[in-house]
């Protein structure tokens, strides 16, 4: 027991600098989003980071992926694309803190994707975990409707809450992701193919960004990579379930950060709903271990 949870500290500490780094990009994004629109962002991010990723293949002469490897890369990056797009603007019209709170019930879609999608079974205590995640998400959703907020704001609950289903899918791939590819191969690619997806629209939306921004899309391009390396890596070496309870930990830093750059304040709505969710997600969590625990004891 003392060897496995030694060999599960390394991983633990680097999943908790991944989602850190994950927050303070969103920052950067939010910053940049607001200095040269939201595509431009999105794109330059993309430009910058693929460059790095393809600098450091090179470097450390990572393998070409066979093809059933690169159909998982393709997904997930058409995937991550889309969900960046409606993350990144529901950000520009609702505090940091409150997206990060809202898009926490991704976890929990999962549990229903994952019996759409891989046939799992969803049990009862699954089901009411689920409801109370929706009681969280009403709770947030309360402040946005008592007249305190702008009515914008209503249509950044839908986009982050449609971002959070492709999170929740975006979580099923990155398992099978995670077990093989190389974090290196793995942030290259998404980068890539969320290159490939942005630049449909190049000719039309893109710009060349101005002098002062370029260090926020360095900036954003590092952190998206590096945090993306940090969570493939971690991924690979503990289970999952262990590890999904550490994103949570966004929400502090979403919060610090988002009052230390925007001087946004962290509603007690927002604080209840997210505790809400969070409990839904570790009871949910719970439940798949112990259903877990009672078919690997009826096959012992």
Same mark, same amino acid.
């Given at each position: ?35 040269? =629109? ?12 693929? #460059? ?55 976890? #929990? ?23 109370? =995640? ?31 289903? #492709? ?8 398992? %099978?992701?995670? %077990? ?121």
């Amino acid at each position: 027991m003392a060897r496995d949870q030694g060999g599960f500290a390394i991983p633990f500490v680097i999943c908790c600098v991944g989602v850190a780094l994950f927050s303070v990009m969103d920052a950067a994004m939010k910053g940049l989003s607001l200095a040269i =629109g939201l595509y431009n962002a999105l794109f330059w991010r993309a430009v910058t980071g693929t #460059l790095l990723g393809l600098a450091l293949m090179l470097l450390t002469r990572q393998r070409w992926p066979t093809r059933q490897v690169l159909r998982i890369h393709l997904l997930r990056g058409t995937v991550v694309a889309a969900m960046a797009l409606l993350f990144f603007w529901s950000i520009l019209r609702l505090p940091l803190a409150e997206a990060i709170a809202l898009s926490f019930i991704a976890p #929990l879609i999962a549990l229903y994707l994952a019996a759409l999608l891989l046939k799992e079974k969803v049990g009862r205590q699954a089901v009411g975990a689920s409801l109370l =995640g929706l009681v969280g998400v009403a709770v947030i959703l309360s402040g946005k409707l008592s007249g305190r907020y702008e009515a914008d704001a209503l249509l950044g609950v839908l986009a982050v809450l449609g971002s959070a289903v #492709l999170f929740a899918w975006n979580l099923i791939i990155q398992r %099978q992701q995670a %077990q093989v590819a190389s974090p290196i191969e793995v942030a290259f690619f998404q980068h890539l193919v969320m290159l490939a997806v942005f630049s449909t629209c190049a000719p039309w939306l893109a710009i060349l960004p101005p002098t002062g921004a370029v260090p926020l899309v360095l900036l954003a391009a590092t952190l998206a990579f590096t945090s993306l390396a940090a969570l493939a890596w971690a991924y690979a070496r503990a289970e999952a379930q262990r590890l999904i309870p550490v994103e949570y930990s966004a929400f502090l830093w979403a919060a610090i950060v988002g009052w230390l750059a925007f001087g946004e304040r962290v509603t007690l709505t927002t604080m209840a709903g997210a505790l809400l969710i969070v409990v839904a997600c570790l009871i949910a969590a719970r439940s798949k271990r112990a259903e877990l625990a009672h078919v690997e004891a009826g096959t012992a």
